[in-house]
Structures are given as C-alpha cells and as structure tokens.
Nanobody, 121 residues
C-alpha cells in the first residue's frame, strides 16, 4: 500500500498564499506522476495540477499563473504553492499518485485523505 499524507491547508483571506505538501510512503517501487485535485461539496473532483516523473506539468486553466506544482522525486513528495488565492479556490485538496509497489509491475492510483483550503473574501 502507498500512503499519501497532505499538509498545509488552512483558512486564509483572499490574496494570501498557502503551500500544500504531500509525502508518499510505503513499499514504493516507483512513482510515475503526482498531482493535486480538489473538490467542493456537491461538485465533481477536478484536476488542479499534475507533474510526471520526467517533469511534465499540467495545470487547470483556473490556476495558471497563480499555482505552482513541484516535486522532490528522491523524497516522494509533491508541493503545491498557491498564491493570490481566491474564494473560488475553497475546496478539499487531495493528493494523488500514480505509483507501483515493490515487487509489482502494474501502477495504480492512490489518494490522500484530503486537506481543507478555505479562502475568505
């Protein structure tokens, strides 16, 4: 099993910043990609940002220019720097990893439990 633990969420005012961290642990053989998704109550979960092992990055249009995803592959950790936060960014943010366990060839998707980000106006 791969465990993903998010941290860094909280309550901030519009225009402020937060940095989310997600550390993967367990019997990990490799991680192909890690990313952040978010979900507000009653809405679908959506991709915020994703980064592959090779450094390819994808952002949601709504966060381009404000959020920056980065990773430390040696530490199996992904970060999301969120600047100029807006009330519309309020959601539970989930860490995702596409990873393979040791001694298993196939990759699977793993999810963290989520961290709440609330942005007040």
């Amino acid at each position: 099993q791969v465990q993903l633990v998010e941290s860094g969420g909280g309550l901030v005012q519009a225009g402020e910043s937060l940095r989310l961290s997600c550390a993967a642990s367990g019997s990990i053989f490799s991680i192909n990609a890690m990313g952040w998704y978010r979900q507000a109550p009653g809405k679908q979960r959506e991709l915020v940002a994703r980064i592959t092992n090779g450094g390819s990055i994808k952002y949601a249009d709504s966060v381009k220019g404000r959020f920056t995803i980065s990773r430390d592959n040696a530490k199996n950790t992904v970060y999301l720097q969120m600047n100029s936060l807006k009330p519309e960014d309020t959601a539970v943010y989930y860490c995702n990893a596409e990873a393979a366990l040791k001694y298993f060839q196939s990759t699977s998707n793993y999810w963290g439990q989520g961290t709440q980000v609330t942005v007040s106006s």
